[in-house]
């Protein structure tokens, strides 16, 4: 054990292995080799001396005393000359006879722009890239005839899916097809590995949308209004310039757009009618005869300023271009001339760009996927591979993915994040915010100074060492790069910030009242197993807080931002804006966050409360439910998330709170209560029978999750499945 000892503190002692920081501390230190130490050599040359195990034939050019490396294996190790005794091996025949045809490897993914993308699709296809790496963007419609293989690096949600990626290849007789998928250790992976079968041959559902979003509702309604303003100002329709900059009666389209729905058309009023979904609710919030949608699209205010995601856009617009041209000038006049020409590029990127992409990417209209609250990584305008780039993300992800300090890899260049985006006269929105770190309640307030110093749940202390609590900002602008791309290394960035979601409180006032009982109705003295309620208006908190809840630290002048260190900091630092300008702006704690409502489905179990203050039992029985909801209902696991929710009656057990991930709800919620009965059961058969671990602990083929990872060292599969088995029991 000592000589193990000694060989790996040399070993880490020196550059060949690497440290690596791993997601959780707790776990210690993790080493990789560097692969710059490793050497590969022919293996026919001379200076290398076969040998190969008489028992289990096992091939190597290293051996002590004979010992086969094999664990278990009794062999001996025996001399070995590839080149007689494996002369008329297929395999071999084929490596030495075969002509070497080299890999051209490129990437698609829709962080390239439409016409970056186009182009490497033609290069595919002409045959000048033989390896494609690609996202679901290359799916459709695409006609790849002598695409020979398809390798999936996970497996699909739904058999739909599946052919549609595995189908790409072998489009034509001639050509064999090759489709390759590897299974992740994650419950639904697992699951189809098991029995593929019932996967590729599986039935393919009909596809479903929720038309009662009222996100998606409220972007239909303008583009049906802008369709209308198009059909009348057709010249504005061409791009970002054309409708923001230009007006052909002296003032600009969004301008006019504002006086035709002022006029409040009856033939537009006709159309609306014709396709809000007849929902009371959303009839309500849209108020289409009252035309009370209009405001939150764009209206002037009494000192001439846009608002509403519209004149938000517009505002971008005129101070982006205000700024670059600004900057060009100050780059010719000091002779900086390949600078300024960077500038005055990137000012005619955001000119000629395609309006109804850019209107897309703003939340002014609908697009593909449904995201409904996208923001932008601008990068610094370096090379040309940025003006092909759109890093785009959903906000609620983007604040992990595109915080400060993160790292990007995309058009074989690495990116950091360097701020949040800021427009003149208008800041970010914040608010205050605390967790209990004794019973996760969440708590908010507009000043930080205002918010509880008692916990309203549990009456704990709110704050001290370790407590998730500041003043959270909402980047709705999105962040910003003004550093050099870097290449890519041979080691990946790592992801430093995860983000939790939390339950924050009913955007309108539920009543105890509106519970109802599963099962329904009662069998003797027996009390149900749960009471439930479902609400459209559940208010979601995203809140990612930085290394050790740290946060972040902002400049309150031009966005810049940073990791706040674990040690103490300074409050004022030179640092550059997002136009690679000096600033000597303040620099405040943030933590980055994102609101927004969704469906909500909230579970009360009848249990007595458990002495279990890590709560285990309620943690691994929420995650237990949202892969049961999965399985059961056919619903992508991606779709749907949970969390607690501690109650002030401290004798009851938190609520189970599963919402649908998607800002608005897709009615996923609602499903899973009203098959409440086959998501329990497919969640005890999940926690009962799951071969991959221990039933004292879980897995990824059972409760574990990439973005569970917070609670890994409390879920537990046993206890579960006991309190799902007992609770049957007790109602049958």
């Known amino acids: 054990m000592e000589v193990l000892r000694a060989v790996w503190r040399s070993l880490t002692d020196t550059p060949i292995l690497k440290p690596v920081m791993l997601y959780d501390q707790n776990l210690g230190v993790a080493y990789h080799l560097d692969p710059n130490f490793v050497e590969m050599r022919l293996g026919t040359t001379a200076q290398i001396e ?10 190597t050019p290293i051996t002590l005393n004979e010992v086969c490396p094999t664990m278990g294996c009794s062999g001996a190790m025996q001399q070995f000359d590839p080149g007689t005794e494996l002369e008329n091996h297929h395999y071999r ?18 962080q390239w722009g439409a016409r970056k993308a186009a182009e490497i699709q033609q290069k595919f296809m002409d045959g000048a890239v033989n390896v494609l790496s690609c996202s679901t963007t290359f799916e459709l419609g695409v006609d790849v005839g002598d695409l020979q293989a398809v390798l999936m690096r996970n497996v699909p949600p739904t058999t739909a899916n599946y052919v549609q990626r595995a189908g790409r290849a072998g489009r034509r007789t001639a050509v064999a097809a090759f489709a390759l998928t590897y299974a992740q250790r994650r419950p639904h992976d697992m699951a189809h590995f098991m029995k593929p079968e019932q996967f590729i041959s599986g039935k393919i559902k009909p596809p479903a949308v929720e038309i009662h979003n009222p996100k998606i509702v409220r972007r239909h309604l303008h583009s049906v209004a802008l369709a209308e303003f198009f059909r009348r100002h057709p010249e504005t329709f061409e791009n970002v310039e054309k409708f923001f900059c230009h007006g052909t009666t002296g003032i600009t389209a969004p301008a006019e757009l504002v006086h035709m729905l002022a006029e409040r058309p009856g033939d537009l009023l006709a159309s609306l009618l014709a396709i809000v979904p007849p929902d009371p609710e959303i009839l309500a919030e849209f108020r289409l005869k009252e035309w009370g949608w209009v405001p939150q699209l764009i209206q002037v205010d009494k000192g001439g300023q846009f608002s509403g995601v519209l004149g938000q856009a517009a505002v971008e617009v005129r101070t982006d271009l205000a700024e670059y041209e600004r900057l060009e000038q100050e780059a010719s006049a000091a002779r900086k001339y390949s600078k300024a020409s960077a500038f005055k590029r990137q000012g005619n990127n955001i000119r000629r760009r395609q309006l109804l992409g850019f209107l897309a990417s703003r939340n002014v209209l609908p697009k593909y996927g449904f995201p409904v609250d996208v923001v932008e990584l601008r990068l610094k305008p370096a090379s040309d591979v940025a003006q092909e780039l759109e890093l785009q993300r959903d906000l609620k992800v983007a604040i992990s993915e595109y915080a400060p ?12 994040s360097t701020g949040i985006r800021r427009l003149p006269g208008r800041d970010p929105s914040e608010f205050a915010y605390a967790v209990c770190p004794h019973c996760g309640r969440f ?23 370790g407590s998730r609590s500041g003043v959270l900002v909402i980047p709705q602008f999105g962040f910003f790069s003004n550093k050099d791309p870097e290449r890519v290394g041979h080691i990946r960035p790592q992801r430093l910030y995860s983000s939790r979601v939390f339950f924050s409180e009913h955007a309108k006032a539920v009543t105890d009242g509106d519970f109802r009982d599963f099962p329904e109705g009662s069998h003797g003295d027996r009390r149900p197993l749960l009471s439930y309620r479902f609400s459209r208006q559940g208010k979601l908190v995203v809140v990612n807080s930085g290394i050790a809840n740290r946060g972040f630290l902002v400049c309150q002048t031009c966005g810049y931002a940073e990791p706040a260190p674990l040690g103490p900091s300074r409050r004022s630092r030179h640092h550059q804006s997002a136009f690679d300008k000096p600033c000597n702006g303040i620099l405040d704690s943030r933590h980055l966050g994102h609101e927004f409502l969704s469906d909500v489905l909230e579970l009360r179990f009848f249990a007595e409360r458990q002495n279990d203050p890590e709560r285990s039992l309620w943690w691994s029985l929420l995650y237990a439910i949202l892969q049961g909801a999965s399985e059961a209902l056919g619903i992508e696991r991606d779709d749907i998330d949970g969390c607690l929710y501690p109650y002030a009656e401290r004798y009851l057990p938190p609520a189970i709170v599963v919402f649908d991930s998607i800002p608005g709800g897709a009615g996923h919620a609602r499903r899973i209560g009203t098959n409440l009965n086959a998501v329990l059961e497919k969640a005890l058969f999940l926690t009962a029978h799951c071969q991959s671990c221990d039933k004292d602990t879980a897995c990824y083929a059972c409760l574990k999750t990439y973005d569970n990872q917070f609670c890994h060292h409390v879920l537990r599969r046993e206890p579960v499945a006991r309190f799902l088995e007992e609770a049957r029991i007790g109602i049958l």
């Open 405 to 416: 300090g993160g790292e990007v890899v995309a058009g074989h260049r690495l990116w950091t």
């Open 50 to 59: 076969w040998t190969r195990c008489s028992v289990c034939h096992a091939v």
């Open 443 to 465: 708590h908010k307030n507009k000043q930080y100074e205002t918010l509880p110093g008692i916990c309203e749940a549990c009456g704990g202390v709110m704050r001290g060492r």
């Open 93 to 110: 025949r084929l490596y030495v006879g075969m002509h070497p045809v080299p890999m051209i490897a490129s990437e698609h993914t829709a």
